[in-house]
Nanobody
Framework: EVQLQASGGGSVQAGGSLRLSCTYS????????IGWFRQAPGKEREGVSC????????YYVDSVKGRFTISSDNAKNTVYLQMNSLKPEDTAVYYC????????????????RGQGTLVTVSS
């Protein structure tokens, strides 16, 4: 059974930082990808960032490039999303997701999804 445990959400002011963590089990990261998508009220969900376990490919949606950094610690079975220079438009529920295809995460249709963690950025 694939389990994805997300943590690290919270409330910050604009310009602040948060680090999300996703601890996974039952999923072969080296054969797939893990990342994050987010969904804000009234908006379409979007793939924020993901990382391929085998080839190390990384994807960022344009709106977070230069501000967010994704990384992995294979010894801890954990993927991190460091979010800096947060903006009110980053406010959303962030979901840790996994799939054998990085592309499926990018388009917001991953096979596996953990529970969300709420990120609130105030102006």
């Amino acid at each position: 059974e694939v389990q994805l445990q997300a943590s690290g959400g919270g409330s910050v002011q604009a310009g602040g930082s948060l680090r999300l963590s996703c601890t996974y089990s039952g999923f072969s990261f080296r054969d797939g990808a893990i990342g994050w998508f987010r969904q804000a009220p009234g908006k379409e969900r979007e793939g924020v960032s993901c990382i391929g376990g085998g080839d190390g490919d990384i994807y960022y949606v344009d709106s977070v490039k230069g501000r967010f950094t994704i990384s992995s610690d294979n010894a801890k079975n954990t993927v991190y999303l460091q979010m800096n220079s947060l903006k009110p438009e980053d406010t959303a529920v962030y979901y840790c997701v996994a799939d054998r295809s990085l592309h499926q995460i990018v388009v917001g249709t991953p096979e596996y999804r953990g529970q969300g963690t709420l990120v609130t950025v105030s102006s």
